[in-house]
């Protein structure tokens, strides 16, 4: 059977637009092959004569149309044949630590290597056949996002909890050796991947050549009643990692020219140890992954404060909301604010109370978090801003309120994350009174 593409949008006068094709049309086949996702969709376009087989409404139509490389149409999802779910069953999971009823969205595990080519998500590479490593290698889809956790096939399986053979190494070098560029992810586990193993790991990931190594933290919700214990990431882990981390980064750059190995921002900020200097990222190679994120946040608010003009201010009494982790980030940055534009904007913590345990990042603030770190204040002046970080595409927050309808009943607006856009949209919110 022929999966279809369904069709959300056909752009004005696109080749699409002109032969017809509309919304909820499904395109399932051109030249003959059915697609799976957008990817086959975008080789099958390079393509300057395409036969298209589409079904509108109960009908079956073939059309022949001649593009530029591009028919002018986007689909409802990138794959078209669902999504491969992960069959893991990690300690560490966080999608295992939510509360009930939230957006079924949520609770999807993916381990698809279509979405890490197209998205930047992490696979595990356990969960994978060989003719889909076949297809990477061949379609070179690069660059790809595999969490290895540990080199260690023993510690990998307990961490991990797959069943099976365990190809991923295999797997790992076969891309590897097809020039696929792949960025490796370790959630590091106190007590488990982090002693000596870990230093194991780093010296195999970096002999197979991989492009680059990201290390986070678990993440330790305090909903783990019913799952395995695990020792949470501390001040002084986090110092001591931070001290070997460093080494390595500078004998690597040393002897391969690059760090390649780079921790995530929570260890510097749990460990209150400065962060690195922007070079010290290189290219930022894990900045989707969170890493480094931080460091350019203040290089870009630094940045765009110089380029801006000052703003004619008509009001400096607003109050920054967001967690307690990236309250620290944001302490430094308020203060070039402060001495270029000659204001005091306050700054607020919120507790991350809904997921509790040692959760305390802005992009996992609920609407409840946020409120009631509101309603503890008395005095914010002309209202609060939180950061967009913890809303998704739709604006709505982790527990499902809508930020849209919040910013209309509450002394509240959402802005962004990013350096250059948190200034740009501060410099509107202070003469837009």
Same mark, same amino acid.
């Given at each position: 059977?022929?999966?279809?593409?369904?069709?959300?949008?056909?752009?004005?006068?696109?080749?699409?637009?002109?032969?017809?094709?509309?919304?909820?049309?499904?395109?399932?086949?051109?030249?003959?092959?059915?697609?799976?996702?957008?990817?086959?969709?975008?080789?099958?376009?390079?393509?300057?004569?395409?036969?298209?087989?589409?079904?509108?409404?109960?009908?079956?139509?073939?059309?022949?149309?001649?593009?530029?490389?591009?028919?002018?149409?986007?689909?409802?999802?990138?794959?078209?044949?669902?999504?491969?779910?992960?069959?893991?069953?990690?300690?560490?999971?966080?999608?295992?630590?939510?509360?009930?009823?939230?957006?079924?969205?949520?609770?999807?595990?993916?381990?698809?290597?279509?979405?890490?080519?197209?998205?930047?998500?992490?696979?595990?590479?356990?969960?994978?056949?060989?003719?889909?490593?076949?297809?990477?290698?061949?379609?070179?889809?690069?660059?790809?996002?595999?969490?290895?956790?540990?080199?260690?096939?023993?510690?990998?399986?307990?961490?991990?909890?797959?069943?099976?053979?365990?190809?991923?190494?295999?797997?790992?070098?076969?891309?590897?050796?097809?020039?696929?560029?792949?960025?490796?992810?370790?959630?590091?586990?106190?007590?488990?991947?982090?002693?000596?193993?870990?230093?194991?790991?780093?010296?195999?990931?970096?002999?197979?050549?991989?492009?680059?190594?990201?290390?986070?933290?678990?993440?330790?919700?305090?909903?783990?009643?019913?799952?395995?214990?695990?020792?949470?990431?501390?001040?002084?882990?986090?110092?001591?990692?931070?001290?070997?981390?460093?080494?390595?980064?500078?004998?690597?750059? +040393?002897?391969?020219?690059?760090?390649?190995? #780079? %921790? @995530?921002?929570?260890?510097? *900020?749990?460990? $209150?140890?400065? &962060?690195?200097?922007?070079?010290?990222?290189?290219?930022?190679?894990?900045?989707?992954?969170?890493?480094?994120?931080?460091?350019?946040?203040?290089?870009?608010?630094?940045?765009?404060?110089?380029?801006?003009?000052?703003?004619?201010?008509?009001?400096?009494?607003?109050?920054?909301?967001?967690?307690?982790?990236?309250?620290?980030?944001?302490?430094?940055?308020?203060?070039?604010?402060?001495?270029?534009?000659?204001?005091?904007?306050?700054?607020?913590?919120?507790?991350?109370?809904?997921?509790?345990?040692?959760?305390?990042?802005?992009?996992?603030?609920?609407?409840?978090?946020?409120?009631?770190?509101?309603? +503890?204040?008395?005095?914010?002046?002309?209202? #609060? %801003? @939180?950061?967009?970080?913890? *809303?998704?595409? $739709?604006?709505? &927050?982790?527990?499902?309120?809508?930020?849209?309808?919040?910013?209309?009943?509450?002394?509240?607006?959402?802005?962004?994350?990013?350096?250059?856009?948190?200034?740009?949209?501060?410099?509107?919110?202070?003469?837009?009174?």
């Amino acid at each position: 059977m022929t999966v279809g593409a369904k069709i959300s949008t056909v752009e004005t006068g696109s080749p699409a637009a002109q032969a017809g094709i509309k919304v909820d049309d499904e395109l399932r086949m051109i030249n003959g092959r059915p697609l799976r996702d957008v990817i086959d969709y975008q080789i099958a376009c390079l393509d300057n004569s395409l036969k298209l087989s589409l079904k509108s409404g109960q009908k079956i139509r073939e059309l022949k149309i001649f593009t530029d490389g591009t028919l002018g149409i986007k689909f409802y999802h990138s794959t078209f044949n669902g999504i491969k779910k992960c069959a893991n069953n990690c300690r560490f999971c966080f999608i295992d630590q939510l509360p009930p009823n939230l957006r079924a969205t949520l609770y999807i595990k993916d381990d698809d290597f279509r979405l890490s080519f197209l998205y930047g998500n992490f696979i595990t590479l356990t969960n994978i056949s060989a003719n889909a490593i076949e297809r990477i290698i061949r379609q070179h889809l690069s660059p790809l996002y595999v969490s290895i956790h540990s080199t260690d096939r023993k510690i990998r399986r307990r961490l991990m909890g797959f069943k099976g053979k365990d190809n991923s190494l295999d797997y790992l070098k076969q891309l590897l050796d097809a020039g696929i560029e792949v960025h490796i992810q370790i959630v590091l586990c106190p007590g488990i991947n982090a002693d000596a193993s870990l230093d194991k790991t780093l010296v195999d990931l970096t002999a197979m050549g991989v492009a680059s190594i990201g290390i986070v933290p678990v993440g330790l919700s305090g909903r783990r009643d019913d799952l395995t214990k695990m020792e949470p990431v501390t001040k002084d882990f986090s110092r001591d990692l931070i001290g070997r981390i460093t080494r390595y980064q500078r004998n690597n750059l +040393k002897v391969n020219g690059s760090r390649l190995v #780079f %921790l @995530a921002d929570e260890f510097y *900020l749990l460990a $209150d140890v400065e &962060l690195p200097a922007a070079t010290a990222y290189e290219d930022y190679p894990q900045l989707e992954n969170g890493i480094g994120l931080a460091r350019k946040f203040l290089k870009d608010v630094a940045e765009t404060l110089d380029e801006m003009e000052i703003p004619e201010v008509k009001t400096a009494s607003w109050t920054i909301l967001t967690s307690r982790l990236a309250a620290k980030v944001l302490r430094p940055a308020l203060a070039m604010i402060d001495s270029r534009w000659r204001l005091k904007l306050r700054l607020s913590t919120a507790d991350n109370s809904f997921f509790g345990g040692g959760v305390s990042v802005a992009g996992l603030l609920t609407g409840s978090d946020i409120i009631a770190a509101m309603e +503890k204040s008395s005095d914010f002046g002309g209202g #609060f %801003l @939180a950061p967009d970080v913890c *809303l998704n595409d $739709d604006r709505l &927050l982790l527990d499902g309120l809508n930020a849209d309808k919040l910013e209309k009943e509450l002394p509240l607006r959402f802005i962004p994350s990013t350096g250059h856009m948190f200034i740009e949209e501060l410099a509107k919110v202070m003469v837009d009174v």
